[in-house]
């Protein structure tokens, strides 16, 4: 019996011997048997799924995927399980479908090793929600967020917007000294939700600083690459162990903090009133299920999605504006024409400014706020995607980046041109471009409930900004766009401008 059983020393070599094999066959079956096999891409990346995930913790997914696209067409395995497709009718086939034998919409799921640590532990959000629990809460959301209830905000939009405007004018001591744009818009964008969100500010721009609670929160994105490689690899029930990872610390005190500040807000009914509906519509969800877990997992969302992307989107037109002289002084004349004093410029008024809103569409196309698709699973019996049929479990997705970025859908893509948004004859040379590939805000039943929030505060913000001042880039701050990178948001540089007053 003894003579039959292995020893240590010769068990590691068995062991290590029998992983390789595996390793191999697992490889040899990836690229040539796998029912993706069909599909083009790089060979490594058929054969394992460590280079996509490389790619990511780089922080050059986007641009990466957009190399890949452009050498391999409009759908690349990205991984031995993974598809990245950049045709226009892919946003419908994988983010809005129906069952074609009932007709009734269904969904593919949410890919977890993504969406899976998006918020406490504790409760579900509308982010990461099942089907019937997202449409229970989207239902009850989306009065809080549409075209009407906008009008009851925008004494607060406009309250914010003016500060911004007066702290800039101070700041940059009458435009001899220059000012770094990303941090006053963070403390702009970040202001207002926490005003929505909770009553209150978090006082940024009358601090000229970060708050703790958003400092933590802005400065720590690009740790998170780390959660997404445990996560990738299999090892999410790591991820909350590991305490020395300073996202995880900068998660834990947002949630810490939104939870008191709830508590304080529930217990206190002035500041759920003053919260212009955004509080009180959470509130008002009555059910069972419905704990202080999910009023505390949904605010948790709401405050980081509706103040860093809009954060994102200020700076980078401000950042193509600076870079582009010709069409500042476009937009610029458009607004200072259309109004005969700053009072002027409310919600309504600024929605017939057709170049700027020109000018903010064609930013989000060139530097999308989120620049990576959210990835889906095929459900059972498999999908077609944009005519090409996928077996079930495989990841799919639209590459945002890719897709802004292909001239397949754009003629010269690379450049700022906003006039592809205008009508005819405004977008001569730009006729056949495919805009209903730009899909920043998603699309479906899952689409971001806080668009018409975004579009008008944007837009107000900007229109009262370049009515005050001309932006002028500081010297080594010309090519901001091309030094970010992204980890699911993106890790915004400094960008540094003159803003110079005109009156």
């Known amino acids: 019996m003894n003579k039959i059983l292995l020893n240590r020393t010769e068990v590691v070599p068995v062991l290590a011997l029998a992983a390789c094999i595996f390793c191999i066959l697992k490889v040899i079956y990836n690229v040539f048997f796998h029912p993706l096999r069909k599909y083009p891409g790089p060979l490594i990346c058929k054969a394992i799924g460590y280079y996509r995930i490389r790619k990511f913790m780089s ?119 220059s000012l770094n744009l990303r941090d006053w818009f963070t403390y702009f964008t970040f202001d207002i939700i926490g005003h929505l969100g909770f009553g209150v500010d978090f006082g940024c721009l009358n601090s000229s600083k970060y708050h703790p609670w958003v400092g933590a929160l802005t400065k720590n994105l690009k740790e998170y690459r780390w959660v997404q490689f445990l996560m990738y690899i299999g090892l999410d029930k790591l991820v909350h162990l590991i305490t020395n990872n300073t996202f995880l610390r900068a998660k834990m005190m947002h949630e810490n903090l939104t939870k008191e500040m709830l508590k304080q807000s529930l217990a206190n009914p002035d500041m759920v009133r003053d919260t212009t509906g955004l509080l009180d519509a959470l509130v008002s969800l009555k059910r069972p299920a419905l704990s202080f877990e999910r009023l505390h997992s949904n605010l948790a969302l709401i405050i980081i999605a509706g103040s860093e992307t809009n954060a994102t989107l200020l700076v980078s037109i401000a950042s193509i504006l600076a870079e582009h002289p010709a069409i500042q002084q476009k937009v610029a004349d458009e607004i200072r024409s259309a109004f005969k004093n700053e009072e002027e410029i409310t919600m309504p008024s600024v929605n017939r400014l057709k170049y700027l809103m020109a000018c903010i569409d064609e930013a989000m196309r060139l530097f999308p706020p989120a620049a990576i698709g959210g990835p889906r699973v095929v459900p059972q019996g498999g ?40 009508e005819k004859p405004a977008n001569k040379g730009f006729e056949n471009d495919c805009l209903k590939v730009f899909q920043p805000f998603g699309v479906g039943h899952r689409d971001c409930i806080a668009r018409n929030l975004a579009h008008v505060e944007s837009r107000l913000v900007l229109a009262k900004l370049i009515w005050n001042f001309n932006i002028r880039v500081r010297a080594g701050h010309e090519k901001w766009r091309e030094q970010q990178k992204s980890y699911l948001l993106w890790d915004k540089k400094d960008f540094f401008a003159t803003m110079e007053p005109v009156r």
């Open 59 to 177: 922080g050059r997914l986007p641009h990466w995927l957009e190399d890949l696209h452009a050498q391999y067409g409009p759908v690349v395995r990205i991984a031995p399980n993974e598809l990245s497709f950049t045709y226009s009718e892919a946003w419908k086939d994988i983010y809005n479908t129906k069952n074609e034998k009932t007709g009734k919409p269904w969904e593919m799921h949410k890919y977890k090793k993504f969406y899976g640590f998006m918020g406490p532990k504790t409760a579900d959000n509308i982010l990461n929600a099942g089907y019937d629990e997202h449409a229970y809460l989207r239902q009850h959301l989306a009065p809080s967020f549409a075209s009407q209830m906008l009008g009851k905000r925008e004494v607060v939009i406009q309250k914010y917007a003016d500060l911004l405007t007066y702290r800039l004018r101070e700041e940059s001591q009458m435009g001899t000294q």
């Open 383 to 422: 999908a077609t995607v944009a005519g090409h049929y996928v077996p079930q479990g495989t990841i799919v997705a639209v590459a945002q980046w890719a897709a802004y970025h292909s001239p397949d859908h754009f003629a010269k893509p690379q450049e700022y041109h906003p006039e592809r948004w205008l």
